[in-house]
């Protein structure tokens, strides 16, 4: 996975979060060919990591961007692509609604859900820590596609290879 699962301070941070019952439950939601919990942590992590390195407040950072995707539609199943864009633009409400149900959330940690999106989505992030959610999510969530799609790729020419052996003997 990644090292948000070892780094102390890190986990010291979040780790209410990560053990809660409803947050739990995005480890059953597809998310870029992945689980929405491991792309939540993921993104928290490197958010964290971000913002410790520019001297920013990297305890609401962790757990603003751990929160941010925290909504249960399964976007992937959804075939129509109407849908899919309401999901995409609206989940940050979403999101930010079932945080204040289960946490406590500072007006900094509140914004970095809602404007995770920028500029899909309209609102523009206030806060730097904003800002870091905002392009983390993006370059974790490109390098999750791309490792899903390579997955998919390796098993087709796996497949492909197969047939062609057979096809030799």
Do not use: Q
Request: glycine letters at 2%; hydrophobic letters at 40%.
């Amino acid at each position: 996975m990644n090292n948000g699962y070892k780094d102390r301070k890190y986990l010291s941070i979040v780790n209410d979060i990560l053990e809660h019952k409803e947050f739990l439950k995005l480890k059953d939601i597809l998310h870029h060919g992945m689980d929405r919990y491991d792309h939540c942590v993921r993104v928290s992590y490197y958010s964290y990591k971000v913002a410790k390195i520019l001297h920013l407040d990297y305890e609401e950072t962790a757990r603003g961007a751990l929160l941010h995707d925290f909504f249960f539609d399964d976007n992937e199943s959804i075939g129509y692509k109407k849908e899919r864009a309401e999901i995409l633009v609206n989940h940050p409400k979403y999101a930010l609604e079932n945080a204040k149900k289960y946490f406590v959330l500072s007006e900094k940690e509140e914004d970095m859900i809602l404007t995770h999106m920028f500029p899909v989505a309209p609102m523009v992030p206030k806060y730097m820590e904003s800002w870091i959610v905002d392009m983390v999510d993006d370059l974790v969530s490109v390098y999750e596609k791309g490792f899903s799609l390579r997955k998919e790729l390796s098993a087709a020419m796996s497949f492909i290879l197969v047939i062609v052996v057979n096809a030799l003997r």
